[in-house]
């Protein structure tokens, strides 16, 4: 009987000392996508108001695709961009719905990625950082000092017509480093818009 008791006992104790050693981990980086519906592009010239661009999942992941409005920018002007992106699975009271503040919260896991048509853009050069290596003027940073990309600023060219610019989510836990590219990772958001800029 004694013995069974001091069987008994160890299990218990041993049972303990597993149990606190696996509070004593660091957490994994949650690997999970994030749910979009809905993306607000404000771009916000040096002086002048603002112009709000939206493109929206209205049947919520169903079988038609993002509702985008074209955006049309005025020529040879500054303008800083913010992203906010929405999930519209919940209300808007809810703290889920605003995807925005968990990118940012996870930013060493997330990056917003670039492209543009050739004659949009005189700064950043190029036509962006999707699929090569391109520049883009980020304006916020992870705690590594890694681009984020919820906010940018952009110069535009001349006037132009009949061009695009795409934006592309990447979710890249335990992946992103100052190496990592448009090709790593998951894809939370791959949106194209049509743009133009006007005189």
Excluded at 12 to 36: A, K, R, W, Y
Excluded at 140 to 166: I, M, V
């Amino acid at each position: 009987m004694k013995s069974q008791l001091k069987i008994l006992a160890l299990i218990t104790f041993l049972s303990g000392v597993v149990f606190l050693s696996g509070c004593d981990e660091d957490p994994e980086p949650e690997d999970v996508e994030e749910e979009i519906t809905k993306v607000v592009l404000t771009f916000t010239p040096s002086g002048g108001s603002a112009i709000v661009v939206e493109a929206e999942d209205f049947d919520l992941g169903g079988v038609g695709p993002f509702e985008k409005e074209p955006i049309a920018l005025n020529a040879n002007t500054t303008y800083t961009l913010t992203i906010e992106m929405f999930n519209g699975f919940y209300e808007p009271t809810d703290d889920d719905y605003n995807v925005t503040t968990e990118v940012a919260e996870e930013a060493e896991e997330h990056q917003l990625f670039f492209s543009w048509s050739t004659g949009v853009f005189t700064s950043p050069t190029g036509t962006g950082n999707i699929g090569s290596i391109g520049v883009v003027n980020y304006e916020d940073q992870d705690d590594n000092n890694l681009p984020l990309g919820l906010e940018t600023t952009w110069t535009t060219s001349s006037a132009t017509t009949g061009k695009e610019f795409r934006i592309l989510l990447k979710h890249q836990p335990n992946e992103k480093s100052a190496t990592s590219t448009s090709d790593d990772g998951g894809t939370d958001l791959d949106l194209t818009f049509p743009i133009s800029i006007n005189e």
